[in-house]
Antibody, heavy 118, light 109 residues
Framework: QVQLQQSGPGLVKPSETLSLTCAVS????????WSWLRQPPGKGLEWLGY???????NYSPSLKSRISMSLDTSQRQVSLKLRSVTAADTAIYYC????????????WGQGTQVTVSS | SYVLTQPPSVSVAPGQTARITCTEN??????VHWYQRKPGQAPIVVAS???DQPSGIPDRFSGSISGNTATLTISRVEAGDEADYFC????????????FGGGTKLTVL
C-alpha cells in the first residue's frame, strides 16, 4: 500500500521559506506526477505544482516566482519550497500522487497545517 | 478561471441517500473525481464518473454527470460517511489545470 508521510514546520515567519517533505513508501516512484496542493482557511483546494518522476516540474503561474519542487528518487522523498511567504500562504498543505492528467489523485499525504506568523 | 460550485453542506439521516452536486457550465465534457476527507486524515478518492470503482470503496458511492452538474451519490448512508467531500476536474485551458470544488460537509443526522 502506498503511503505518503509529510513532515515540516507548522509555523513559518513572514518573508522566510516554507519547506515541506513528503516521504513515499510502497509503490513505484516512476510513472507518476508528485504534486503539492494547499487549502487556505475557508477556501477550496489549490493545485501548486508537480514534479514528474523524471524531475520535470510544472508550477502554478501565480506561484512560479517563489516555488520549487524536487524529487529524490534514492530517498523516495518529494520536497516543496515556497519562498518569501506571507500570511496569504497560511494553509493546509498536501502532497499527492497522480498517474495522468485525467486520473484522480489516488494517494495523499495527511496534510500539514502551516501558519505564517511572526 | 474555471470554478466548480458545491453546496456548503448536506444533511441526511442514516440509511437514506445523499446527493452532493458539483456544477459548472462545461462539466459534461470533463472527467470528474470525488474525494472524501475526514478531520486529520488524508483525502481518499471515492468515485469517478468514467472509471472503475476505486479499490476498497464500497459501491454505495457512485458518480454521475447530467447536463452541467456532476453528482456524488451515497446510498444507505452510514454514520462513518460523515466527512467533507469535494469534486475535481482537469481543465486544460486553465492556469491551474487541476481544479477543485469548494467542498461539501456531509452531516449524518
Amino acid at each position: 500500500q502506498v503511503q505518503l508521510q509529510q513532515s515540516g514546520p507548522g509555523l513559518v515567519k513572514p518573508s522566510e521559506t516554507l519547506s515541506l517533505t513528503c516521504a513515499v513508501s510502497g509503490g513505484s516512484i516512476s510513472g507518476y506526477y508528485w504534486s503539492w496542493l494547499r487549502q487556505p482557511p475557508g477556501k477550496g483546494l489549490e493545485w501548486l505544482g508537480y514534479v514528474y518522476y523524471t524531475g520535470a516540474t510544472n508550477y502554478s503561474p501565480s506561484l512560479k516566482s517563489r516555488i520549487s519542487m524536487s524529487l529524490d528518487t534514492s530517498q523516495r522523498q518529494v520536497s516543496l519550497k515556497l519562498r518569501s511567504v506571507t500570511a496569504a500562504d497560511t494553509a493546509i498543505y498536501y502532497c499527492a500522487r497522480i498517474g495522468g492528467v485525467l486520473d484522480p489523485f489516488d494517494f495523499w499525504g495527511q496534510g500539514t497545517q502551516v501558519t505564517v506568523s511572526s | 478561471s474555471y470554478v466548480l460550485t458545491q453546496p456548503p453542506s448536506v444533511s441526511v439521516a442514516p440509511g437514506q441517500t445523499a446527493r452532493i452536486t458539483c456544477t459548472e457550465n462545461n462539466i459534461g465534457s470533463k472527467s470528474v473525481h470525488w474525494y472524501q476527507r475526514k478531520p486529520g486524515q488524508a483525502p481518499i478518492v471515492v468515485a469517478s464518473d468514467d472509471t472503475d470503482q476505486p479499490s476498497g470503496i464500497p459501491d454505495r458511492f457512485s458518480g454521475s454527470i447530467s447536463g452541467n452538474t456532476a453528482t456524488l451519490t451515497i446510498s444507505r448512508v452510514e454514520a462513518g460517511d460523515e466527512a467533507d467531500y469535494f469534486c475535481q476536474v482537469w481543465e486544460s485551458t486553465s492556469d491551474h489545470p487541476w481544479v477543485f470544488g469548494g467542498g461539501t460537509k456531509l452531516t449524518v443526522l
